[in-house]
């Protein structure tokens, strides 16, 4: 249990990352760079510093201890870092008294994680809930992933994972069978308009998702697709996603989730640009006026948007009303 791995951080008593109360870990480093990523300071898989302005005094002395030179004074008294020139040498946050320079991510091991789990059992117990694996994404550090699940089910903790699913088939054939729940996304069906907004394929994150609907338990599957308006919001990609799920054996769930602008703040303190500035965020009413059409059809898995349920395999169509998605 010596194996290590870049944490961003764990979240305790979350209720929408699974059933029941869940701690969630979050794993840094992505495959993917997707442009409406809403942790974008998971992407990078090393340990990385940010940046809090608001708490920065500019008293300039991460200025002088850059040994890299990377950092200078913006016209309005601010800090602004060459990312060309940083190495994450984190000199900057050893001498920062007011933490505005502070670091996304932290070294642990199996056990570390399993100490901060441990907290939350009572919670496990009560709510049938369990530990959930996010990121990031949780392939990028396979083998910690699986070290950590086998000590989850060792502890008879229930376990979840929320995975991009691109990666090596043998990756997937070590994690899903030790899964109780799989949120698996899938951004768009097209290949190109894939590979434009998330910098990957989608081919290869279709056939592992063939793959862990073949060595799943059953009905592990909940399948989830962020909805960006001009990227995968149209009528032919929302039912060519529908009916790929139809063709999963153990989909229990597709749930859409409406774009947000969470991840801005992120993107600031990291001083990258965000890639989306002229998207306006969506609700349910937005996502349910462009997939409202699917529920009117018969399917073998429920349908969502972000928690609301609108459409059930047992008795089809869930009446909702404008004020009830906009609320």
């Keep these: ?23 969630v870990v979050f794993f840094k480093g992505c ?32 200025i002088l201890r850059c040994p890299e030179q990377a950092l200078a004074f913006t016209a309005d008294g601010k800090v602004v870092r060459d990312q060309k020139k940083c190495r994450n040498c984190f000199h900057c946050v050893d001498v920062c008294n007011f933490r505005a320079q502070q670091i ?13 789990i441990r907290k939350d059992e009572i919670f496990y117990f009560f709510s049938d809930g369990g ?9 990028c550090q396979t083998d910690f992933a699986e070290a950590l699940l086998d000590e989850c089910i060792d502890s008879g903790i229930d376990t979840c994972a929320e995975l991009d699913l691109y990666t090596d088939p043998e990756n997937v054939k070590r994690i899903i069978p030790k899964l109780d729940m799989v ?17 990957g394929s989608n081919g290869k994150i279709l056939a592992n998702l063939k793959l862990a609907d073949e060595i799943c338990k059953k009905d592990a599957i909940h399948v989830r697709v962020p ?28 749930e859409f989730l409406p774009y947000h602008r969470l991840g801005i703040h992120a993107y600031r303190q990291l001083q990258r640009p965000y890639p989306l500035e002229d998207r306006k965020p969506m609700n349910r009413f937005d996502v349910y ?15 969502r948007i972000s928690g609301m349920e609108v459409y059930s395999a047992e008795s089809g169509k869930i009446n909702v009303t404008e004020e009830e998605l906009k609320a």
């Design 1 to 23: 249990m010596s194996e290590k791995a870049v944490i961003l951080r764990i979240e305790r008593i979350s209720l929408n990352d699974g059933k029941g109360m869940r701690t």
């Design 31 to 62: 495959h993917l760079h997707c442009a409406w990523c809403s942790t974008p300071e998971s992407q990078k898989l090393p340990r990385e510093v940010y940046y809090k302005k608001e708490r920065c005094r500019s008293c300039g002395a991460c």
């Design 104 to 116: 996304y991510g932290r070294e642990m091991t199996v056990e570390e994680v399993m100490k901060e």
């Design 131 to 139: 530990v959930t694996l996010s990121g990031g994404d949780v392939f």
């Design 183 to 199: 949120y698996a996304d899938i951004k768009c069906m097209s290949p190109t308009m894939h590979k434009k907004w998330t910098g």
């Design 227 to 254: 909805v960006v308006e001009g990227v995968n919001d149209k009528a032919d990609n929302i039912l060519a996603t529908a009916e790929f799920c139809a063709g999963l054996k153990n989909c229990a769930e597709l």
């Design 289 to 303: 006026e462009r997939m409202g059409f699917l529920c009117d059809r018969e399917w073998p898995f429920d349908i």
